[in-house]
């Protein structure tokens, strides 16, 4: 099954709110995007590619790994966006959905919601306080709360085994992810935001913990390396810094040496 463009009967299933139909405009309906991200991550790992989607939202991630014949363990929170994943992937050989977060410790933790725009749920206060009056950020309310199960990367490695690659992209609770693992992993991304620096350098500091790094940056949907050459993680930090804040968002990759 192919998930590039889901079919009218899914599409119908789905439930019926206008953020999740325009996050399927903007994540599957774009051919160019899904193009470039094939392309990206069939740079990064095999087509028998284990990969750990953290903080899937609809699964474009997983639907380019599933395209390219990796097998994909993806978790995502939000039950409504849950659901719609499920309707999207469930049936789709190759992908585990399961409808947790991930952080430090396994439990329970509270999911803020944003309905308008359910991309930017974040377990973290600390990071819709960073976005209170942000320039770029604006008319975005997290207005909701729902308690999710919380696992780890350790245990999911346990479950699942180790993954080649893992993507995360949990606004904000990149660093708690990160607390939950403690082996070095071949290949990783983490999402980072200029209203939020400090929490992509976390992110460096805890991986120089765990084994030797070196990183890359793709910014905002480019979907493609910014840097011919991988960094150092001073240069890393080095480059995050000089972002403008107009940047916004982007994603980190981290490969191990």
């Known amino acids: 099954m192919t998930c590039t463009l889901p079919p009218r009967k899914t599409r119908?299933?789905?439930?019926?709110?206008?953020?999740?139909?325009r996050s399927l405009d903007i994540y599957f309906r774009d051919t160019a995007r899904r193009a470039r991200m094939d392309r990206?991550?069939?740079?990064?790992?095999?087509?028998?590619?284990?990969?750990?989607?953290?903080g899937a939202h609809l699964g474009d991630r997983t639907d380019s790994f599933l395209r390219l014949g990796a097998r994909v363990v993806a978790l995502e929170p939000q039950p409504h966006v849950f659901r719609a994943l499920r309707l999207l992937h469930g049936r789709r050989p190759g992908a585990?959905?399961?409808?947790?977060?991930?952080?430090?410790?396994p439990g329970r933790l509270v999911l803020h919601l944003n309905p308008r725009n359910p991309t930017v749920a974040t377990l973290e206060a600390g990071f819709i306080r960073a976005a209170s009056g942000a320039p770029g950020w604006e008319g975005q309310v997290w207005e909701g709360q729902v308690a999710v199960p919380v696992t780890t990367l350790d245990a999911l490695i346990t479950r699942f085994g180790l993954p080649d690659f893992v993507k995360i992209d949990v606004e904000g609770h990149e660093p708690a992810v990160l607390q939950g693992l403690g082996t070095a992993l071949p290949l990783l991304s983490f999402e980072f935001t200029t209203?939020?620096?400090?929490?992509?350098?976390?992110?460096?500091?805890?991986?120089?913990?765990?084994?030797?790094?070196?990183?890359?940056?793709?910014?905002?949907?480019?979907?493609?390396?910014?840097?011919?050459r991988w960094l150092d993680p001073d240069a890393i930090r080095a480059a995050l810094i000089r972002l403008p804040h107009s940047a916004n968002s982007g994603d980190i990759f981290a490969r191990r040496v």
């Open 40 to 54: 990206l991550h069939r740079s990064l790992v095999s087509p028998d590619a284990l990969v750990f989607d953290i």
């Open 195 to 228: 209203i939020q620096r400090a929490a992509a350098e976390a992110c460096i500091t805890r991986l120089g913990r765990l084994g030797v790094y070196e990183f890359n940056l793709s910014l905002g949907e480019a979907q493609s390396l910014q840097f011919p």
């Open 12 to 21: 119908d299933r789905l439930p019926r709110m206008g953020a999740i139909g």
């Open 96 to 105: 585990v959905l399961l409808a947790q977060a991930a952080g430090a410790e």
